[in-house]
């Protein structure tokens, strides 16, 4: 793994000379002609480590790409320039397994199964029969309604909708089987 150094602090006037001069290759050996020249070097063999370890084109390019913009900051901080490539191959390495984290917690986010969904088609006759049933409700006597309302809709027993309404247990019988029966014919007619 290469060595990354820190970032030379503002030159200090009492540095030996010899010292000097190594920091001025080092610089020279980090310019951007040398990472340019890296590139136009090695893409395709990065390309090819990064397409062993991802699974698609797009992504492979995209950390090679990542892996060149991340070495190009930090390009001040390689000691060796001969070194460059361990480093971009580095970074290729790191950001694909990245990139492998994030598929993983994103598949074991997205595994939950979805409930399954009606098609359009489905759903138009879904609706399509609700309208109807609401428009052969309207029809219904108001007591019949209420009944059938808070029996079916509210799921209320035969208790609950008798004392809501105030009316007697036989008289819930009697509203929701007449109803029921209205809505059958309406229904069927409809058909």
Known sequence: MPVIAPMPAARQTGLPAQREGAEESVAAGTTVDHLTETYRAHYRSLLGLAALLLDDTASCEDVVQEAFIRVHSARNRVREPEKTLAYLRQTVVNLSRSALRRRILGLK??????PDMASAEEGAY????????????????????????????????????????????????????????ALRVVMEAQV
Do not use: N
């Open 126 to 181: 879904d609706q399509l029969e609700r309208d109807a049933l609401i428009k052969a409700m309207r029809g219904l006597q108001r007591r019949q309604r209420e009944v059938l309302v808070l029996r079916y809709f509210a799921d209320m027993t035969e208790a609950q909708v008798a004392e809501t309404l105030g009316i007697s247990l036989g008289s819930v019988k009697a509203y929701g089987s007449r109803g029921i029966a």
């Open 109 to 114: 986010l997205l595994s939950k199964p979805m």
